[in-house]
């Protein structure tokens, strides 16, 4: 039923080059999130599974618009490098290959990991550029040394080019999948401009450089687009716009936009929409997996939370509305919980009021895995950041906030939350790269 034979006029020709050989993947920490991704498409390259959730592999939308309107496939509107074409790497503070990692983080079931073994032992990940003050509540011995962030950060790309070198990869993406980072605020004396920074990598100001700031600035100088899949300061200054310019590679983040934040720019403009006033909207949280224990310690927490409270704020603008939103209490909590492992629980109660400021509440308690819910993110992310670097853009890729909790900005730009106006802008980036109009005609 999806499919006509006349195929809407193209405006311009696609802008994708089209691919032409092996996309390496190299994924910043080999944890729950990342081994639960691989595994995803390993088995689904086996013909064993589904990349079921992600919308560059099985996503299906409208081109041309009344009459003229035909669903097309993503994959068959761009040139989408095809999983089979994908090369996994990773680097990790832990010695554990893929196959031992996935298994520690008790995701998947083991009758889900044996059959991609082979191919998940042959993953072992290059030496971390790690920094304790930036997790405290982890350590691995797998770590690189160096006198700077500088060095270290040469170190980082010298295991890009192997990488790129020994698998043969025409492109590589890089992607944080690690731990979040304690919080650390922009200082526009660093942060503020490329040279500002690289001197203070040089100066090994470990402050206010850290690890994942490393991984980007290798990333970008080495050609390869990078995405922030946590709520890391990273990439969310002048000085990496300056260096994503410099080298025209796309940048994307920051932090997935898996569970809680993802239900609540469903809620959050609903109420915006019908105008119902909001008092309070409390979220909390348990969790049990490695990402639980990084984020029991305050500091790193505080980084989380900061990118989890943005969407409320954002959307229920109390500029337009200050009776209904100038006084919403707004408060979110995380606890570690060892017995939950990966199988997060979230809950929110949310007061409301309507008419005549009579009071309601609404509950939403989302039994959910975090992993699972993460891993097409991911994949989305890697294959539209390859797809924008075939289409030569570059800077922040705004069309990707679709997957982010916190999606990046420039300074002075309002960044879109709305879980429904983010799928527009999705839709319609494609069919401008794909050389279609784009449009506003409700689906
Ligand atoms: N699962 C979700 O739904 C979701 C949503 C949003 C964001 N995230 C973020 O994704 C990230 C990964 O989550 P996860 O559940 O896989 O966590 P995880 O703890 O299982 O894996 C993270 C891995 O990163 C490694 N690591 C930490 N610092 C590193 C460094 N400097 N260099 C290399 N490796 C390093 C750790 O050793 C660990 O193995 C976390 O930051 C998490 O907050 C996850």
């Given at each position: 039923m999806y499919y006509k034979t006349n195929i809407p006029t193209k405006m311009k020709e696609c802008r994708v080059k089209p691919t032409n050989g092996k996309l390496g993947v190299m994924c910043v920490g080999l944890g729950a999130v990342t081994t639960t991704t691989i595994i995803g498409v390993l088995m689904s390259r086996k013909g064993l599974s589904k990349p079921t959730g992600s919308f560059a592999c099985d996503g299906i939308m409208r081109l041309g618009k009344g009459a003229d309107k035909i669903y097309k496939e993503v994959k068959h509107i761009l040139p989408i490098a095809s999983l089979d074409d994908i090369v996994f790497g990773a680097w990790d503070l832990y010695e554990d290959d893929a196959y031992d990692a996935a298994i520690k983080a008790s995701v998947l079931r083991q009758g889900d990991i044996e059959p991609v073994k082979e191919e998940l032992k042959a993953i072992r990940p290059y030496k971390a550029l790690f920094d304790k003050n930036y997790a405290t509540n982890i350590d691995g011995p797998n770590v690189k040394t160096g006198d700077t962030r500088w060095e270290l950060t040469e170190q980082l790309r010298q295991d890009i080019r192997s990488f790129k070198e020994e698998n043969n990869c025409e492109r590589v993406v890089v992607i944080w999948i690690a731990s979040t980072e304690k919080y650390i605020p922009r200082d526009e004396n660093v942060h503020g401009s490329l040279a500002a920074f690289e001197a203070a990598m040089k100066a090994n100001d470990t402050e206010r450089v850290a690890p994942s700031m490393c991984y980007a600035y290798a990333a970008m100088r080495e050609g390869c687009p990078f995405v922030m899949g946590a709520p890391n300061l990273c990439i969310d200054i002048p000085a990496m716009w300056e260096l994503a310019d410099e080298e025209k590679v796309p940048i994307t983040g920051k932090d997935f936009k898996s569970g809680q934040t993802m239900m609540k720019t469903v809620l959050a403009p609903a109420f915006f929409t019908r105008q119902l006033g909001v008092t309070g909207w409390f979220s909390t949280n348990i969790l049990g997996n490695r990402d639980g224990v990084v984020l029991d310690a305050p500091e790193n927490f505080e980084t989380k939370r900061r990118s989890k409270m943005s969407a409320v704020e954002n959307i229920l603008d109390s500029d337009i509305y200050p009776d209904l939103y100038s006084d919403i209490y707004h408060k979110v909590r995380?606890?570690?919980?060892?017995?939950?492992?990966?199988?997060?629980?979230?809950?929110?109660?949310?007061?409301?009021?309507?008419?005549?400021?009579?009071?309601?509440?609404?509950?939403?308690?989302?039994?959910?895995?975090?992993?699972?819910?993460?891993?097409?993110?991911?994949?989305?992310?890697?294959?539209?950041?390859?797809?924008?670097?075939?289409?030569?853009?570059?800077?922040?890729?705004?069309?990707?906030?679709?997957?982010?909790?916190?999606?990046?900005?420039?300074?002075?730009?309002?960044?879109?939350?709305?879980?429904?106006?983010?799928?527009?802008?999705?839709?319609?980036?494609?069919?401008?790269?794909?050389?279609?109009?784009?449009?506003?005609?409700?689906?």
């Open positions: 995380i606890n570690y919980y060892p017995p939950r492992g990966d199988e997060k629980e979230s809950w929110d109660n949310i007061d409301i009021f309507g008419w005549m400021g009579y009071p309601m509440t609404i509950k939403v308690n989302f039994l959910c895995r975090d992993s699972i819910l993460a891993a097409p993110l991911v994949l989305d992310l890697i294959l539209f950041s390859d797809v924008a670097l075939r289409a030569g853009e570059y800077g922040i890729q705004e069309f990707m906030s679709f997957y982010c909790k916190a999606p990046m900005h420039k300074d002075g730009e309002k960044p879109v939350h709305d879980l429904f106006k983010q799928f527009a802008m999705l839709k319609n980036k494609i069919r401008e790269l794909a050389g279609y109009e784009p449009d506003q005609e409700l689906d």
